[in-house]
């Protein structure tokens, strides 16, 4: 089993899908880094020898921001938009979407569970 960046790559998958567990990683990135590494996209993960691991190693290490330095900075960009207080950094405090979705029906996970609306009849209780 490879392990790259911390990450444990499923064996039995091509290394191009086996690349797209690390965070920070999509199919386009996968690509772009096998294709760095001089590595064909149909190879499976339990069949890289150590040198294609090592390569593999060095591209994501020189030229990528992966893993826990992505999720650092990422952080840090949303606190630095919450601390200037502009609009996405309000809605980001607020838990709503920040770029243009409706929110009157849509967004419940933010806005929370259904509210009662207020002054409605209830049923009279026999």
Same mark, same amino acid.
């Given at each position: 089993?490879?392990?790259?960046?911390?990450?444990?790559?499923?064996?039995?998958?091509?290394?191009?899908?086996?690349?797209?567990?690390?965070?920070?990683?999509?199919?386009?990135?996968?690509?772009?880094?096998?294709?760095?590494?001089?590595?064909?996209?149909?190879?499976?993960?339990?069949?890289? +020898?150590?040198?294609?691991? *090592?390569? &593999?190693?060095?591209?994501?290490? %020189?030229?990528?921001? #992966?893993?826990?330095? $992505? /999720?650092?900075?990422?952080?840090? +960009?949303?606190?630095?938009? *919450?601390? &200037?207080?502009?609009?996405?950094? %309000?809605?980001?405090? #607020?838990?709503?979407? $920040? /770029?243009?979705?409706?929110?009157?029906?849509?967004?419940?996970?933010?806005?929370?569970?259904?509210?009662?609306?207020?002054?409605?009849?209830?049923?009279?209780?026999?």
């Amino acid at each position: 089993m490879a392990r790259i960046e911390s990450v444990d790559l499923p064996k039995n998958k091509r290394i191009e899908i086996g690349l797209t567990y690390i965070y920070g990683v999509g199919m386009s990135k996968s690509k772009e880094i096998l294709y760095k590494a001089h590595i064909s996209i149909h190879t499976k993960v339990k069949d890289l +020898n150590d040198e294609q691991i *090592i390569s &593999i190693r060095n591209v994501l290490n %020189r030229d990528y921001k #992966l893993e826990g330095d $992505l /999720r650092r900075s990422e952080a840090m +960009n949303i606190k630095r938009l *919450i601390d &200037i207080g502009c609009y996405k950094g %309000r809605r980001h405090r #607020l838990n709503l979407p $920040l /770029r243009g979705q409706r929110t009157r029906t849509n967004a419940r996970t933010g806005r929370g569970t259904k509210k009662t609306i207020a002054g409605k009849k209830k049923a009279p209780r026999k």
